[in-house]
């Protein structure tokens, strides 16, 4: 039972240290590139509100990367501390990886994270402009080789076992397993949202509390058409990786769809309570025939259910459904609430422009005359891409399970033999500290928004100075 409750705590602790985590890289991926934006049209225009926004959201960069690094090395402690067995069984492959991840993007992000951060007029702009690339950049080869990590685990390829150990035999297959390319890009996307709804939220924020400056009404323009125009193609990436997680991983979506017996004609279960000792699922909502449709695309197409993860024996081979299927359930969510929010601010924003202002000057957005509820349904969505993020998260790691790496080792062949109480100890001192981490980081954040509202942020003595100001970005430092 000890050896139970050890391996149950950390996992625990682990997901704990993953889910702080991957809020950060999730907000820096794309950040980065939206930056690069910024810095672009200042560059173009010399309008000084891009490189305000530039300032402000590049403050926002510079206390997530801090706080990624941070927990990304307590994170990897613990495959020492608290699964050995991963290494010990898979190391040939995971290390590299790891490895590749460090050296082509750890390095390359901290070298110029500098110049972007104090570059503005002590570099040449194009030295500035190109170490806010090279950073963006740098986030994304990152993202790239976890992701083949991770997407190895679940689709693990080009390898053999001997004595128990991994071997690499096939780099290429490793590196483009099955289902990376649909993580990769479901990850992309999954951040690209994240930061739009960050930057509309944060912005609408600033005009609640009497920010009408050209800089936050801009920027709130800027994040909700990247949210307008990032959904609907996240939704169909999602059909995408959901279609190739039916073919290698069908438990999966068996748990995401509550399916307990395969056959034609599945109904998606808009609600349900399942029931893993009854093997079927109480209160259930549902719509016929849809989940065949959308998994095989025709209403009579056969999908694969729980019961047939079940050995002779009683040993279960299928993920926990009810976590499984219910944070599917708010990723979905969340989506939608995405898909209808922006796509509603920008169609009353291209609507107010019409009605009020010439349609042919300036942005074909306008913020003045948007009503205060869409202000106030922005502010709660601007830390909606966290929500789906863990939970697409959950989804995925969670539906792995029992397998650590899928069909190679379980979760239990690689956990330490550590003392539950112990484990439980070191859970609760995280809990804690990410707790006051995570509170601060948006205190931090509410602050800044605060700061900018009130015009003491430098965007005085920068718009005093504009041209001056415009010269030193624009020319080389003398």
Known sequence: MEA??????SRIQFAANISFHILFPTITIA????????????????????????????????????MGVVSGITMSFQFGTNWPGFMETVGNIAGPLLAYEVLTAFFLEAAFVGIMLFGFSRVPAWLHMLATFLVAFGT????????????????????EMVDGVAFATDWWAIIFNPSMPYRFAHMLLASGLTVAFLIAGV?????????????????????????????????????????NTLEHQPQ?????????????????????????????NRFEVAIPNLASIILTHHAGGVVQGLNDFVAEDGTVMHPPVLPVFWSFRTMIGTGVAMLLLSWATVFMMWKRRRMHVDPAAGHWLAVEGLPKPFFWALVPMAFSGWVATLAGWYTTEIGRQPWLVQGVMTTEMAVADVPAPMVAGTLIGYLVVYGLLLFAYISVIVYLARKAARGDDGRAIDMSHSGKAQVAMLQPAE
């Open 4 to 9: 139970l409750d050890a391996l149950i705590l």
């Open 31 to 66: 950040l980065g590139w939206v930056l690069l934006f910024f810095r672009v049209r200042f560059a173009q225009t010399g309008d000084e509100k891009w490189m305000n926004i530039y300032r402000f959201w590049v403050k926002v960069f510079a206390l997530s990367f801090a």
């Open 140 to 159: 994304t080869v990152s993202a790239f080789w976890i992701i083949v990590l991770n997407s190895w685990m679940h689709t693990p390829q080009g390898f």
């Open 203 to 243: 912005s609408a924020f600033r005009w609640l509390i009497g920010d009408r400056s050209r800089d936050a009404r801009t920027a709130l323009k800027v994040g909700v058409t990247i949210g307008a125009c990032l959904i609907p193609v996240q939704i169909y990436m999602g059909d995408m990786h959901g279609l």
């Open 252 to 280: 999966k979506i068996a748990a995401m769809e509550g399916i307990w017996e395969t056959g034609p004609n599945q109904p998606l279960l808009l609600f349900a309570i399942p029931d893993e000792a009854a093997r079927e």
